[in-house]
């Protein structure tokens, strides 16, 4: 998109446009509620309630974009079919608004795709593709397939009709929240950060909009920082949704004059969100969807928009999806639980005699430790007992003072253990 498209589009009628959106998706995409959320009201000390676009339908917020595309188009565009490109929530939005609007979906996904991925869009009646190793190749291939068939491409995030769709969340948490002060959301392309941004000046410049990125994703937090869209060199992230190499240039235009502050959380903190949120509202969102729920314990220190205010403040963080497969859930309830203290695993030398692997359990037990898993190594020990065995534990524990209690119950029992994690 060059200089001049992004000036016509900053030039219309953004109320208009958004309300048009809003009336597009009655009926279609959910209007979701706004859930409470006690524990990270305490934890901030400040009135936080989720967003949760996880239980929107297809799982994300991207059908409310994807569909206020393509209802806006013509019927003599929509019999010439619709293309795009995308790995994952994209691809789900445009196959699920093409079905419902009739026309046929063309969906180019890599080829290292994860299969349930690629069912779920062929699910909502969509060819796919498989097309290169990673989204750029697919990406140019959807782009050839929409010059050399006449299909309309539906971009994912550089188009003011999408992030208008998107826009749509901005709307109703101004409805349902009219005291909030702060909506924290998700930087990947810039469509949700700049349609939400869109919206919410629109109606009530006063409330801020704050955005969060994952340290591994940078190209928003350069792009702020040289004025212009800077792609990131490279990016490293969990967080699949927003791991953008290059911000679009109307959602960059967009955000740089409509956004309050920037936040850049952690890979922990976002494993820390996802297993919190199933804990606490058994809430299943993926890395994406979590990465604004991870800023908000640095809003304070972080932020010198949200810190300089006056008023209490209201938070209201974009949960903006949840197709999270279930050996990533795994991993990620994992680490988040060692994060927290609730899994610590050590090793200790025995002597190679009868009775030491009891007393290490008796230990264990009495200072409540549940014992997940036992590896007990004669080959690996280094030699500290003349006969020597390594035993590696992992154990449930309660948090890191317990960790604390558990390693002091096995000094004080003459042992030696060394914590790995």
Known sequence: MNNDEVQQFLARDHAAELRKAAERLDGTAKHTAIIESPVLSSMTGHRVLLKPENL?????FKIRGAYNKIASLSQAELDHGIVTASAGNHAQGVAYAARERKAKATIVMPCITPPLKVDATKAYGAEVVLHGDVFDDAAAYAAQLSRDDGMVFVPPFDDYEVLCGQGTIGMEILQDVPDVTDVV?????GGLGAGVALAIKTFRPQVRVIGAIPEGSPAFKDSFAAGYVVPASQVVTSAEGVAVKRPGELTFALLNELMDDLVTVSERDINEMILLML???KLVIEAAGAVSLAALEHLNLHSRAFASAQEPHVIVPILSGGNIDTVTMGAVIQKGMIARGRIMNFEVELP??????????????????????LDHDQFKASGHYTNAVSLGVTVETNGPDHIDAVLKALCTAGFQPKRIY
């Open 185 to 189: 959301v998700p930087l990947g392309g």
């Open 352 to 373: 190679d005699t009868p009775g030491q692997l009891v007393k290490v359990a008796t230990v264990l037990s009495d200072a409540r430790a549940n014992v997940i898993a």
């Open 279 to 281: 804990e606490k509202h």
């Open 56 to 60: 929107q339908v297809t799982g994300s």
